[in-house]
């Protein structure tokens, strides 16, 4: 018994000397300054068959006379190679085509042995003893010692049983997620890339899962993404999605959001029926936020593509995308309105589909006060409307018969900074629609709530408000409402002090002024005001709009007298 444990001992320490002299001449490589293409080659072969020996040490072989045979040829090689490496060391070999045909044929030599090491793992002889751990080197280790770390995974992911890569899988997305240098490790390993893509496609939804997982995050860096495209990861990508796990879908649909930031890359996903398979993730009931989330991202990318859109709305896109704009996730819903506005960009045809799809609806259920939608949201939600509706007075229409005004002015009385700004600037452009416009939204209180901003610090806020007032006097009762409250008309008058920092644009106050002129008690109380001088100091100063003012002012109080003295 004690004879066959120091034999087993003994073949054991045979396989640890065998890494350590790969170890050894990997080191030796590294300052060889002569064939650098051939040994570099070489280098990568001899990384592979390190990583796949130590992954024979978490194994167990059961004394298996293969595995013996396969490290003492491998040993034999290694002393060949040793000796290569010496001479190109010292430039003692005696010419360059002869070491170059020697080299040549090492590195056979060594694919021979990879590919054997392989049919082993293939035949099922190894089995995992133990769970196997992999040493990460700690952080700040040398780039070197990185590129060795992901070749060793990435050579147990090739020989492994199903556990090993799953775990090599796992390690190297865990390397990854911690530490971008790994990236640039596998940038450099341009063939690590096309491993990975090929367990895409692997029958264990994990090893699919795993993959796509630590595509996803070297996604996210823009020296990976070409070789990811080169590897051709995007069609089995898709193929995750339509039938890969649930976490797996997820990760794949990260990584495609990743990689379609590039337009070019749309028509590939379309290609391979991405499209498709996204849209049937959107509208499954049951589906997760966590993956409808990157599954809309995706294909918000794709909208930039004209015909993506007209492709996605023929596949029931906005039936699907007006139902999520309800979903209680924020992600989905701001994702899923964010894809209706997209999709109707310059398609009269398209936005026709959103009205009788209810997305209008939908978008205004998101912006109701009593709705427990986020700001953000309630954001999205009106920049959309403003986008998809305002180029069409039917539209604007139905906008103002579902009580959109009523809340436009609760957001700008009663809403977060970021909101109330972007309630006032889509009133202003509202006001510029039709006279309908104009007119509901001086029912609903807006010029009251105008006035108040021509006096704001911000000088765009400024500028819209007076805007949307010079706008909306226009209309007859619109005016008259203004010119009923003498405070309007006071501060317009005050703003056009010329000693003061300009409050607004000063010719639209100055047409504001001319509108009121145009009824009899707003010309009354414009020239009874004791601001009316500074309007008179413009004139002087050889301001059109004023001096224009100044003279329609001063013809009515004539011809008012002209009446009283008629009537005498």
């Not at 045909?101 to 049919?119: C, G, M, N, Q, T």
Request: aromatic share 6%; with cysteine.
């Amino acid at each position: 018994m004690g004879g066959e444990v120091e034999e087993q001992e003994k073949r054991h320490s045979s396989l640890r000397q065998t890494i350590e002299f790969l170890s050894s001449l990997i080191s030796l490589s590294h300052s060889i300054k002569v064939f650098a293409a051939k040994w570099q080659s070489i280098r990568s072969k001899l990384e592979d068959l390190n990583g796949g020996l130590i992954a024979v040490e978490n194994c167990d072989s059961d004394d298996n006379p293969v595995i013996r045979e396969l490290v003492l040829n491998l040993m034999v090689t290694i002393t060949e190679c040793y000796d290569l490496a010496r001479r190109c060391v010292d430039f003692s070999y005696s010419g360059k085509l002869l070491m170059q045909s020697d080299l040549d044929v090492i590195s056979s030599k060594f694919d021979a042995h990879s590919k054997r090491l392989s049919e082993i793992y293939d035949a099922g002889i190894l089995t995992v003893g133990f769970a196997l751990v992999v040493s990460r080197p700690n952080f700040g280790a040398c780039r070197e010692d990185m590129r060795f770390y992901v070749r060793d995974l990435v050579t147990r992911m090739k020989i492994g049983d199903s556990e090993m890569k799953r775990q090599a899988l796992m390690n190297l997305h865990l390397a990854v997620t911690e530490d971008e240098k790994y990236v640039n490790a596998i940038a450099e390993l341009g063939d690590v890339v096309n491993v990975i893509a090929n367990f895409l496609d692997s029958p264990e939804t994990e090893i699919q899962e795993g993959s796509a997982k630590v595509m996803s995050v070297i996604a996210g860096f823009d020296s990976c993404k070409n070789v990811l495209i080169g590897a051709g990861a995007i069609a089995p990508l898709v193929r995750v999605l339509e039938s890969g796990n649930e976490p797996g879908k997820e990760a794949s649909a990260r990584c495609l959001m990743k990689l379609t930031e590039n337009s070019d890359n749309a028509w590939s996903v379309s290609a391979h029926g991405g499209v498709t398979a996204l849209l049937k993730i959107c509208s499954l009931p049951d589906c997760r936020a966590e993956l409808i989330g990157p599954a809309c991202g995706v294909l918000k990318n794709l909208t930039g593509v004209e015909e993506m859109r007209r492709f996605m709305a023929e596949e029931g896109a906005i039936s699907t995308f007006t139902k999520l704009a309800r979903s209680k996730d924020e992600t989905v819903q701001i994702n899923s309105i964010e894809l209706l506005n997209n999709i109707t960009f310059g398609d009269e045809v398209i936005r026709e589909m959103v009205v009788k799809e209810g997305g209008i609806r939908a978008l205004l259920r998101v912006i109701e006060p009593r709705s427990p939608c986020s700001s953000k949201t309630r954001e999205t939600a009106l920049r959309a409307i403003q986008n998809m509706c305002f180029a069409s007075n039917s539209l604007v229409g139905i906008l103002l018969n579902y009580s959109f005004v009523d809340h436009l002015i609760f957001f700008l009385r009663n809403g977060e900074v970021s909101v109330q700004e972007l309630a006032l600037k889509i009133a202003v452009r509202l006001s510029g629609t039709s006279e309908e416009a104009k007119k509901a939204l001086g029912d609903a209180g807006f010029m009251q709530e105008l006035v108040k901003f021509l006096d704001s610090k911000s000088f765009e806020v400024r500028e819209m408000a007076v805007e949307a007032l010079s706008g909306m006097v226009l209309v007859p009762r619109n005016r008259k409402r203004f010119a009923q409250d003498d405070r309007n008309i006071g501060l317009i008058l005050q703003l056009l002090d010329p000693e003061k920092e300009n409050s607004g644009n000063r010719k639209l106050l100055l047409s504001i002024l001319m509108s009121l002129t145009s009824s009899h008690s707003g010309r009354r109380k414009i020239s009874s005001s004791g601001h009316l001088k500074n309007v008179e100091k413009l004139a002087e100063a050889e301001v059109y709009d004023a001096k224009k003012l100044v003279r329609k002012l001063s013809t009515n109080r004539f011809r008012s007298m002209f009446r009283g003295i008629w009537h005498f």
